[in-house]
């Protein structure tokens, strides 16, 4: 027996009215073109971090210089780094494949004096924060999530989830663990919507607290 005119115009009208949200953001692998894109708008999602302001306390040059910076400590990745964007570069996420080495050692003699002229006054802030961080990463192979940033005018969007959510799902199909360090209290919900815990508060001498972050899968 069919249903009633009527009830199917109702059914019709309230699947047309179900509301999915806005599509999920296109994420894809940086090219090698867009490093500057990528860099520049890192340098503008990190302008208000507390460790970005600790590092480069001189607003002016702030953006500029962190993003100098992450393109340093990417560049000390060597082929072991993993950089997602979006389609139009609205935000990246920069990650460490397993086995990595430890960012923060810029052990290549050239990376490190650019790193030292990069930094000026901040250089030994910013060795110390190298030095701590180094000291806390997992010794056990993991996913090291270096950086995930959001243009600031293209936040609450679901672009950082976007850009994280293909490295986790490797990490499931793997099960290996991921890794991070947050630097604002207020992202630690974040990560735990995706499946992080905080492991450790760590405080960077004369400057702010970080978190440290673990994924585990299975």
């Not at 935000?91 to 790193?115: D, E």
């Amino acid at each position: 027996m069919s249903a009633p005119k009527d009830a199917e115009t109702n059914l019709f009208e309230q699947q047309e009215s179900f509301d999915f949200g806005p599509p999920r953001p296109f994420v894809r692998p940086a090219l090698p073109a867009e490093r500057r894109s990528v860099l520049e708008v890192i340098g503008r999602a990190f302008h208000d971090d507390p460790v970005t302001c600790h590092l480069f306390p001189k607003e002016h040059k702030r953006a500029m210089r962190w993003a100098r910076f992450s393109g340093l400590a990417i560049k000390s990745m060597g082929d072991t780094a993993h950089i997602l964007t979006t389609e139009s570069v609205q935000g990246a996420a920069v990650w460490q494949l397993p086995n990595g080495g430890r960012l923060g050692a810029l052990t290549n003699f050239g990376i490190a004096f650019r790193f030292l002229m990069l930094a000026g006054l901040g250089a030994r802030r910013a060795i110390r924060l190298g030095d701590l961080t180094s000291a806390h990463r997992p010794s056990e192979p993991h996913y090291y999530l270096g950086v995930l940033g959001t243009d600031p005018d293209q936040q609450s969007k679901g672009i950082g989830s976007a850009l994280i959510q293909p490295v986790l799902d490797r990490c499931d199909k793997e099960r290996i663990p991921a890794y991070l360090e947050s630097s604002k209290k207020k992202n630690l919900p974040f990560y735990q919507k995706h499946g992080f815990e905080v492991i450790d508060e760590l405080q960077i001498p004369e400057g702010p607290p970080i978190w440290t972050m673990m994924r585990r899968t299975g």
